[in-house]
């Protein structure tokens, strides 16, 4: 399976009260990965951190990518209004979870007609 790591985020900020995003990161292929075509799907969702449960902020569109032989940097930058990121009282702390998922290749079964006798 593939591993994401070196996750960052940063914010600049911008007019209107709105904030651009920019999530960084690195994936490293397993040997199967690196020596096929393999497509994963990447999911990027925004958490405000709680001392309970973290509060799930926000999605960007998910995007999808292939494998290759070596380590793939991903950037990815989106804007965001500032209201969704306020998400308690007081300084907010806000990170991004980074999810790749392979697409497996799928099979396709049918049944045939049924035919009847003494066998």
Request: no cysteine.
């Amino acid at each position: 399976m593939a591993n994401v790591y070196n996750v960052t985020l940063s914010r600049t900020a911008k007019p209107g009260d709105i904030s651009e995003l920019t999530v960084t990161y690195k994936v490293a292929f397993n040997y199967f990965e690196r020596n096929t075509k393999v497509r994963f799907l990447e999911y990027i969702k925004l958490w405000g951190a709680d001392l309970g449960a973290d509060d799930y902020l926000y999605s960007i569109p998910t995007s999808a990518f292939y494998s290759q032989n070596s380590t793939l940097t991903r950037t990815r930058k989106f804007e965001v209004a500032n209201s969704i990121l306020d998400e308690d009282w007081g300084k907010d702390e806000i990170y991004a979870k980074v999810k790749v998922v392979p697409i497996v290749p799928s099979a396709d079964t049918e049944k045939s007609n049924e035919i009847s006798g003494w066998f």
